[in-house]
């Protein structure tokens, strides 16, 4: 149910950005791109968000192959069918915008971690990528929990500072989703 909580909301999201988009892509000083407003705020929480749910991505497919707990794996699952999509979404917002889309594999592989909350260090998707087991979910669970936590403070920049209505709806989102995975995280490491 929680799935299809989420596809209803993606969809929802999908829709209002599609609704949001016109044809014209001329960005004007006031930050109209085709009746989307948008600002620095908005293009600075896409920018940031696209190589955070990437890396967040990572984390969770490394999943599938190394935890032993039905419960991470089913954790990761959500984590990856919402991230995905979300990717997606914000990356389609910069191209109407006419602002440059960032990702992790554009960033030349660099530890990336130093300028966006939460990020883990290439040193430590090192360490989590050779655990397995036990080992592998506690070593995930803590590290997502941060994660999150980082994802959720950028988030609420947005909401503070953005612009764009869609882009503040999936920022609300992004903070909701993520605070209950916080504490079904923090559930699964005090069991």
Known sequence: ?????????????????????????????SGDNGGAQFNDADVTFAQQMIPHHEQAVEMATMAQERAA????????????????????????????????????????????????????TDEDMEGLGAATGAEFDQMFLEMMIEHHTGAIEMAQTE???????DAVALAEKIEADQTAEIAQMEDLLGS
């Not at 909580?5 to 001329?26: F, K, M, Q």
């Not at 794996?73 to 006419?98: C, F, N, S, V, Y």
């Not at 889309?101 to 300028?115: A, L, R």
């Not at 909401?159 to 209505?165: M, S, T, V």
């Open 1 to 29: 149910m929680k799935r299809t909580l989420t596809s209803v909301a993606l969809a929802l999201v999908a829709a209002l950005t599609l609704a949001g988009c016109g044809s014209d892509t001329e960005s004007t000083a």
């Open 69 to 120: 707990s039905p419960e991470v794996k089913e954790l990761a699952d959500t984590i990856e069918a919402a991230q995905g999509p979300e990717i997606e979404t914000l990356t389609g917002w910069l191209e109407d915008w006419g602002q440059e889309v960032s990702s992790e594999d554009s960033m030349g592989g660099m530890d990336h971690s130093g300028g966006m909350s939460g990020m883990m």
């Open 159 to 165: 909401q503070e500072d953005g612009e764009n209505p």
